[in-house]
């Protein structure tokens, strides 16, 4: 007999037996899946397949999952077994050398290989590998190009959204299409309307529960591609044929941007019917359960909100939203802020220059950063979210974005979970901006806010802006751009130290100051009742009541129940805001961090007391303030406990900033200023420092450089006198607390001694009062300040040295000026250079000036003074008050560096604050670290192989981990070669100069040191930037270009030895040079040359186990 046996929808199973009358039977049979799908099941909808698998799952229990990369911890191989009984297999996404979880032995000797039935999409497409470490694999089709492998790859290319049924009819009719291959079924359902479909074009406006309002090929027109453009890999990176150029073409002449926003915008209008402008919410592929559900916050508070995505790198995002603000193809409605899923860059192409920037000014909104997708470990770590921290948010700031807030996580199971606190603090922030760009000025409300650090009230201020005057200028900037400042002319408002006075006078007052409160209470109390600002003990409650059980539990175990012991407390049953009320502005001091205590002011663990509380609340929620202007370096607000970054709704950060933070910081403290952009969502605007200038002596100081220079010069003559001049030297120095001359120490020895302690304090650098925001120094303040940051910044001391003073070419100025008899020199030198900074100031050309010392343009000099222009330049360019009355209007501020002037290209101020400057990479630091890491590397291999030199060696160099590092991988490219990096004076990277052989060493482990040679290396690089790419393969030109031994047996150059070796080989020598590789265009993960390094599994021909053909592979 011929049993069947059916379970479920397994396949069937049939089994022979033969039954007698004399016998009893036990038939015992196990039912296997036999459709293996091995792909990355991710973390997200747009990540991994598991959508899709799910879908086929669903269909038939034939089918199961294995995951193809053993990349995390716990990584499960337990149903490899059932490759043994497997039918069909779809390998997707294949890529040697990148942690395949799979033995491709096991593929290949399954029964799917075996038939021909290993269908293989999206990977790796290369004749090499297919007819090597894959040559045992039974293709579909016998080709992995064959018209049935691409029908597979077609089916499976649809978008993994969750419930999407475009994913569901392609995953059926792939099913229907596998039993076709099999067997199983006579129908082929690509020949009966069961061909593949796409959901979307690449890129489109989304809204939930509505159709695509860009176009989609019809099933005919795709199963027409499919057939006449079967196969894969015309772009190089694995995609099918006919949707690189079939859809491509059929994209560019039907989905025409402006019309498909003119039809979404007609259809919103009819359906949907919010008025208003728009945010749109950027992201790479259209909906889910995050957009979904912020468009869902964004109507609740009455904002009309969509979704524009883009998938591919071209058109860019930010072209897109370019087009919808402005020009023939701008929304009517208009655009007023963008929430952005984008990581990286919104113009991935041009990332680093101008072009995506100058684009978000034209489109001129502001466009803030929701992190979403983080990784669970990362979202309960109590440092926040770091490992997403780079690609999400500090490589956006480059271009502008703002904001960061935690919107999703994913759980263990991979799903996406959104954080319904954060989702709502973001929208709620970002339709702040929006509504400060749609609102006129004369309705909104600007709370400015000043620092009071140590709390009191004669510490008002901030790091080296005056505060006072500041504001009065903010009041005239505001009465001049129409905001209700409650004055009806400019000559109304207070002169400073009116104004002073009031601020101080409306401060908070302390624990021990409680008659100063309550003579404020009784003075201001109509104003006081008529503003609101006394809280009474019922509200306060309410707001502690509605705070997190920790916060709450916090501030209970430093300040106690209630808040009667607090300061700002009237009478025990109420407490006071302080601040002035003029118009729309509200004045005021932010509240004491704690009292007294300086330590309080960067406590990670000091609960803020609870008139702290009631301040922010009152300002979010009874006032309700559009904006607060935080007035300079730096508050407390960012200070309060809670995650490093990544802010949730149990950090008081967090719990307190509900509106638009706009923040003028000094912008030579990029680490504070970071702090409070990250951790309060602050818009932070850099501000000048003040002039700064070398100190001069004075008293006794003066008197002692006199009588050191005196002595000197009659020492210099031999002339009679010089101990007169020693013991006044003695006793002054003695009188201003110097040391005494030691024993073995001779007079000219405690001389030189002496003059380098008045030389430090001399030059040291001093600063000229404060700023004033929006101040461009006058004359004598620029001529003295560019003085400081040119002398700094440049090398136009020494190039006038050596210009004035032939006979000190080849001397280092810096060393000189320890001297003291170089001090006429010096002088003479600043004397130039002061000359130098006065023409330019004075409106002299570059060239004009240059002639005046007879230089060219090829000049040191004439760079020098191009530089001395552009720095001058930047400080007339001044644009701070521009900037944040930018930001006061929700529009775009341009992002700029935050550093020392002195030291780094920060100009102008007035930019959005980020702390980061590529063009300083590799650093300094970084350049120590790479050459301490490769002496290491080189060190083992050189010990572990009986002295000889590791030849060749290879740099993963990944463009997030550039950044993180200031540029180790690029220093450690360079140092193999023997080859450094060199910066000019504020670090910028310069050139590269050739390190000498006999300087190229390496230190054994027996401590003895040995020469080494010049070491070859290449790099698979993942990085746009050219600079980084250029400075790389300019080094090995340099390194080739030497004159150095290649052959033989003390080789000091194996870059020309490899190099000469392939150009004999191959008879050519294009190509020869390259060491830098990556896949073309802007893709971002992986270059693809690792998949060239085959496992060598099957490679066992050598007496070392492993081919000399793996030589050839690299």
Not at 782 to 788: A, C
Request: net charge negative; charged share 20%.
């Amino acid at each position: 007999y011929t049993l069947t046996f059916r379970y479920g929808t397994y396949a069937l199973g049939n089994e022979s037996v033969t039954i007698t009358n004399k016998s009893k039977t036990d038939i015992n049979y196990t039912f296997i899946p036999d459709i293996a799908i091995i792909s990355y099941s991710g973390a997200t909808s747009t990540d991994g397949q598991k959508e899709k698998v799910q879908a086929l799952k669903n269909i038939s229990d034939r089918v199961y999952f294995l995951e193809s990369y053993n990349i995390i911890e716990g990584y499960d191989n337990s149903d490899q077994w059932m490759l043994d009984y497997t039918n069909f297999i779809l390998v997707d996404m294949y890529s040697e050398g990148n942690g395949f979880g799979i033995d491709v032995r096991l593929i290949g000797e399954s029964p799917a290989s075996q038939n021909n039935m290993i269908a293989y999409t999206f990977g790796i497409y290369s004749e090499q590998l297919f007819q090597g470490n894959l040559r045992s694999w039974g293709f579909l089709g016998k080709d992995p190009h064959s018209l049935e492998n691409t029908y597979v790859g077609s089916y499976w290319q649809a978008e993994r959204i969750t419930d999407n049924e475009t994913v569901k009819t392609n995953m059926n009719n792939f099913y229907k299409y596998i039993e076709y291959l099999l067997g199983d079924s006579d129908v082929d359902p690509t020949k009966k309307n069961g061909s593949p479909i796409l959901e979307r074009t690449d890129w489109g406006i989304y809204y939930p529960g509505h159709k695509s309002f860009t176009l989609t090929p019809t099933q005919e027109e795709i199963n027409s591609w499919i057939l006449s453009n079967p196969g894969y890999n015309s772009d190089g990176a694995g995609s099918l044929n006919w949707m690189t150029q079939n859809l491509t073409a059929w994209n560019a002449e039907n989905n025409d941007p402006k019309t498909i926003f003119n039809e979404f915008e007609t259809w919103y209008d009819k359906n949907v019917k919010i008025n208003g402008s728009f945010v749109v919410i950027t992201s790479y592929y259209p909906g889910g359960v995050v957009i979904d559900s912020m468009i869902k916050e964004y109507e609740k508070q009455g904002r009309a909100a969509i979704n524009l995505y883009q998938k591919s790198t071209t058109p860019s995002i930010s072209e897109f939203l370019q087009n919808l603000t402005v020009g023939d193809m701008a929304l009517k409605h208009g655009v007023s802020a963008v929430s952005s899923l984008y990581s990286f860059s919104m113009d991935y192409i041009n990332m680093g220059t101008e072009i995506p920037v100058n684009r978000f000014k034209t489109t001129n909104v502001s466009v803030l950063k929701a992190l979403d997708a983080i990784d669970i470990t990362s979202y309960q770590n109590k440092y926040g979210p770091q490992a997403e921290w780079t690609m999400g948010v500090t490589v956006p700031q480059f271009e502008g974005v703002f904001g960061a807030i935690p919107v999703s996580y994913l759980d263990e199971e991979g799903d996406e979970i959104v954080i319904q606190s954060g989702l709502e603090k973001h929208v709620n922030i970002t339709n702040g901006w929006a509504k400060l760009k749609d609102m006129e000025n004369k309705d909104k409300k600007i709370a400015i806010i000043l620092y009071s650090y140590p709390p009191g009230k004669a510490d008002v201020g901030a790091s080296y802006l005056d505060v006072f005057e500041s504001v009065r200028e903010m009041l005239i900037q505001m009465k001049a751009n129409g905001y209700d400042i409650g004055y009806e002319s400019i000559d109304d408002i207070p002169s400073t130290d009116e104004l002073t006075t009031l601020i101080l006078e409306l401060s908070n007052k302390g624990t021990h100051a409680i008659g100063l409160l309550e003579q404020y209470v009784e003075k201001y109390r109509d104003e006081l009742e008529a503003n609101h600002q006394i809280i009474s003990k019922e509200q306060y409650m309410k707001w502690f009541n509605e705070l997190p059980e920790n916060l709450q539990e916090g501030m209970i175990e430093n300040w106690g129940e209630g808040f009667e012991t607090s300061a700002m407390v009237y009478k025990n049953t109420s407490l006071i805001v302080p601040g002035m009320h003029i118009g729309n502005i509200f004045i005021s001091v932010q509240p004491a961090r704690g009292w007294d205590e300086v330590a309080d002011y960067h406590s990670d663990t000091l609960s803020p007391p609870p008139p702290y509380l009631a301040y922010y609340k009152y300002l979010n929620e009874i006032w309700d303030v559009d904006a607060i202007v935080h007035m300079g370096t730096h508050g407390t607000l960012e200070w309060l406990p809670g995650h490093t970054l990544g802010m949730q709704e149990t950090d008081w950060p967090f719990q307190l900033t509900n509106v638009p933070i706009i923040y003028p910081y000094i912008v030579s403290n990029p680490g504070e200023g970071m702090t409070a952009k990250e951790r309060s969502f602050a818009q932070v605007i850099t501000h000048m420092t003040p002039v700064t200038v070398d100190s001069s002596l004075y008293g006794d100081y003066v008197k002692l450089e006199d009588s050191m220079s005196r002595y000197t010069e009659i020492k210099k003559l031999n002339a009679t006198g010089t101990d007169v001049y020693q013991s006044e030297i003695l006793n002054i120095s003695s009188e201003l607390g110097y040391r005494p001359m030691e024993e073995d120490e001779t007079f000219d020895e405690y001389v030189d001694f002496l003059h380098s302690q008045i030389e430090s304090m001399e030059t040291d650098k001093i600063t000229l009062g404060n700023h004033i925001l929006g101040h461009i120094w006058n004359d004598t303040e620029m001529v003295e300040g560019v003085k400081t940051i040119a002398s700094s910044r440049t090398y136009i001391l020494q190039n006038l040295m050596e210009l004035r003073y032939p006979g000190f070419i080849g001397q280092d100025y810096y060393t000189l000026i320890k001297d003291r008899s170089f001090e006429p020199y010096k002088e003479d030198l600043n004397s130039m250079l002061t000359n130098i900074i006065s023409l330019l100031v004075d409106g002299n050309s570059i060239d004009a000036v240059a002639e005046t010392y007879m230089q060219n343009h090829e000049s040191a000099l004439y760079q020098d003074i191009t530089d001395v222009y552009n720095i001058i330049e930047g400080i007339k360019d001044n644009k701070e008050w521009e900037s944040i009355f930018t930001a006061l209007g929700g529009g775009y501020v341009e992002p700029g560096l935050s550093a020392d002037p002195s030291y780094s290209d920060v100009l102008p101020t007035g930019r959005s604050l980020y702390a980061s400057d590529t063009t300083k990479m590799p650093s300094r630091n970084a350049w120590e670290m790479a050459k301490n890491a490769v002496d290491i590397m080189i060190r083992n291999y050189y010990e572990n192989n009986a002295g000889s030199w590791p030849q060749l060696n290879a740099i993963v160099i990944w463009g997030t981990e550039v950044l993180r590092t200031e540029g180790v991988s690029l220093a450690e490219f360079l140092y193999f070669m023997g080859v450094e990096p060199t910066w000019d004076h504020n670090g910028k990277y310069k050139e590269l100069k050739v390190i000498p052989l006999e300087n190229l060493t390496l230190k054994l482990s027996d401590g003895s040191i040995i020469k080494r040679p010049r070491l070859d290396v290449f790099t698979t690089i993942v990085s746009s930037n050219p600079q980084w790419i250029k400075m790389l393969n300019d080094a090995v030109k340099l390194v080739y270009d030497l004159n150095e031994s290649s052959i033989g047996k003390n080789i000091e150059n194996y870059v020309i030895k490899h190099v000469d070796e392939f150009i004999k080989a191959y008879n050519k020598t294009e190509g020869a040079l390259d060491r830098v590789f990556g896949l073309r265009g802007a893709i971002l993960e992986g270059t693809g040359v690792s998949d060239l390094a085959p496992s060598v599994t099957n490679w066992q021909d050598s007496e070392n186990g492993i081919s000399n053909e793996l030589s050839s592979v690299y």
